[in-house]
């Protein structure tokens, strides 16, 4: 494992800042005011929440200069005038630090937006610099710029030029030169391996603490950690295979995802998850009693697990796919955790003691899973210490209304419902 030593520790909660915030997103929406304080600062009025659930880590959504949705960058170097700027970003990332909390940021280095200045020059020009960074067809006509999945509105960058190689570890280094801990590394599966294995080292010689991890939706985890020298990936694998196997009432499904699992972490300790900004909450996805079983899974299997702000107040959303799909699972948070509606407060109690479970077993971030018991809605587990020196047992049941316990030995150390 290269991932540095502060991550067997770490347990973040990831915010989409442009929702969270409630900056205005989609053309028509209302124009963004003047605000006396930015949108970054919002969110830091949110860290002391962050500090007493037991986290360490916030994971940020994009926060550069973009278009609309965040993914669509114009700047890499410039605060989104929507959140803030230089200023604010250094007060968050003080607050944070503060209170031990690491940031990562989220980098956009597969595409930029099809405004980005650079796509312009590229195509009116094919021999000019920026003609080095992205990836045009002039084989017709007219010069098409690449795609990134078929939104025109997000152009692809030339990953196999020394120059997209040479702006990526720029900007990288700049942000983490400003006090940022990490990068998640957006569309890393669309990007060759070989591509952040030029990139990476180069970052690392400068900042060798910064946690690097990709999203990685599929494919061989393993051969794309190793390839590419990133510390981590989203482990979707066990994302799919917790609310699926609750769902369809088939724990056979996450059985043997659980297998999987520790192979993989015998590689990498992967960034594990039940929520993200990109898919459908899990409380919509399962219901709120099996969505406090997922968590019970994310919270005693190895890994680096991750909250999408709101799962841990029951939130609600489903992911849509049309213009606007986006905006029920990135909602506006409330102005300060006083104003949280007290219909949370019980599902935000569930994460609060999994995480002090956690904390209390520091082992579990490199834990390896044995299935002892196994029924389409029912399954007991020992998730053990990778030295065998612990161990706890879980069972998950729902048969019924759905239940969960976790012994300590002999010793009941949690439950629900209580």
Same mark, same amino acid.
């Given at each position: 494992?290269?991932?540095?030593?502060?991550?067997?520790?770490?347990?973040?909660?990831?915010?989409?800042?442009?929702?969270?915030?409630?900056?205005?997103?989609?053309?028509?929406?209302?124009?963004?005011?003047?605000?006396?304080?930015?949108?970054?600062? $919002?969110?830091?009025?949110?860290?002391?929440?962050?500090?007493? &659930?037991?986290?360490?880590?916030?994971?940020?959504?994009?926060?550069?200069?973009?278009?609309? $949705?965040?993914?669509?960058?114009?700047?890499?170097?410039?605060?989104?005038?929507?959140?803030? @700027?230089?200023?604010?970003? @250094?007060?968050?990332?003080?607050?944070?630090?503060?209170?031990?909390?690491?940031?990562?940021?989220?980098?956009?280095?597969? $595409?930029?937006?099809?405004?980005?200045?650079?796509?312009?020059?590229?195509?009116?020009?094919?021999?000019?610099?920026?003609?080095? &960074?992205?990836?045009?067809?002039?084989?017709?006509?007219?010069?098409?710029?690449?795609?990134?999945?078929?939104?025109?509105?997000?152009?692809?960058?030339? $990953?196999?030029?020394?120059?997209?190689?040479?702006?990526?570890?720029?900007?990288?280094?700049?942000?983490?030169?400003?006090?940022?801990?990490?990068?998640?590394?957006?569309?890393?599966?669309?990007?060759?391996?070989?591509?952040?294995?030029?990139?990476?080292?180069?970052?690392?010689? #400068?900042?060798?603490? +910064?946690?690097?991890?990709?999203?990685?939706?599929?494919?061989?985890?393993?051969?794309?950690?190793?390839?590419?020298?990133?510390?981590?990936?989203?482990?979707?694998?066990?994302?799919?295979?917790?609310?699926?196997? &609750?769902?369809?009432?088939?724990?056979?499904?996450?059985?043997? #995802?659980?297998?999987?699992?520790?192979?993989?972490?015998?590689?990498?300790?992967?960034?594990?998850?039940?929520?993200?900004?990109?898919?459908?909450?899990?409380?919509?996805?399962?219901?709120?009693?099996?969505?406090?079983?997922? +968590?019970?899974?994310?919270? #005693?299997?190895?890994?680096?697990?991750?909250?999408?702000?709101? @799962?841990?107040?029951?939130?609600?959303?489903?992911?849509? %796919?049309?213009?606007?799909?986006?905006?029920?699972?990135?909602?506006?948070?409330?102005?300060?955790?006083? @104003?949280?509606? %007290?219909?949370?407060?019980?599902?935000?109690?569930?994460?609060?003691?999994?995480?002090?479970?956690?904390?209390?077993?520091?082992?579990?971030?490199?834990?390896?899973?044995?299935?002892?018991?196994?029924?389409?809605?029912?399954?007991?587990?020992?998730?053990?210490? +990778?030295?065998?020196?612990?161990?706890?047992?879980?069972?998950?049941?729902?048969?019924?209304?759905?239940?969960?316990?976790?012994?300590?030995?002999?010793?009941?150390?949690?439950?629900?419902?209580?």
């Amino acid at each position: 494992m290269t991932a540095p030593d502060w991550t067997a520790h770490a347990i973040g909660w990831h915010v989409y800042p442009l929702g969270f915030t409630g900056a205005p997103v989609h053309p028509g929406d209302a124009p963004a005011a003047e605000p006396a304080r930015t949108r970054l600062d $919002h969110i830091a009025d949110w860290l002391d929440y962050v500090q007493r &659930l037991g986290l360490n880590v916030l994971q940020l959504g994009p926060v550069f200069a973009s278009v609309e $949705h965040g993914y669509d960058t114009l700047d890499y170097r410039r605060i989104d005038d929507r959140l803030g @700027d230089d200023a604010a970003f @250094d007060r968050l990332i003080a607050a944070a630090h503060e209170r031990g909390i690491k940031v990562l940021l989220d980098g956009v280095f597969n $595409h930029v937006s099809a405004r980005h200045p650079l796509v312009a020059e590229a195509l009116a020009d094919p021999d000019c610099p920026a003609a080095r &960074l992205i990836r045009v067809d002039r084989s017709g006509g007219e010069p098409r710029p690449a795609v990134f999945e078929g939104h025109d509105s997000l152009v692809e960058l030339d $990953h196999g030029a020394e120059e997209v190689a040479e702006l990526v570890v720029g900007v990288m280094r700049h942000w983490l030169d400003r006090g940022a801990d990490g990068w998640r590394l957006d569309a890393a599966y669309a990007v060759d391996p070989a591509f952040w294995a030029r990139v990476l080292p180069r970052v690392r010689e #400068t900042h060798p603490h +910064a946690f690097i991890y990709g999203e990685v939706i599929h494919g061989d985890y393993v051969d794309i950690v190793a390839r590419s020298t990133m510390d981590s990936v989203t482990e979707y694998e066990l994302w799919k295979a917790t609310w699926s196997a &609750l769902k369809e009432a088939n724990l056979f499904e996450l059985e043997w #995802t659980l297998g999987r699992h520790d192979g993989f972490q015998d590689a990498f300790r992967p960034v594990t998850f039940v929520g993200n900004h990109d898919v459908t909450r899990i409380a919509s996805q399962v219901g709120a009693d099996k969505a406090v079983l997922a +968590a019970v899974v994310l919270f #005693t299997v190895g890994g680096i697990p991750l909250i999408y702000y709101g @799962d841990e107040q029951g939130y609600t959303g489903v992911k849509e %796919e049309r213009f606007g799909g986006d905006d029920q699972i990135r909602p506006l948070f409330p102005p300060t955790p006083e @104003d949280l509606s %007290e219909l949370g407060a019980d599902m935000h109690r569930v994460h609060q003691s999994l995480v002090a479970l956690r904390r209390r077993h520091p082992w579990l971030a490199d834990a390896r899973v044995t299935v002892t018991g196994i029924a389409n809605e029912s399954m007991t587990y020992r998730t053990a210490a +990778a030295d065998g020196s612990a161990a706890l047992e879980v069972t998950l049941d729902i048969t019924g209304t759905p239940r969960a316990e976790i012994r300590d030995g002999a010793e009941v150390v949690w439950a629900h419902p209580l």
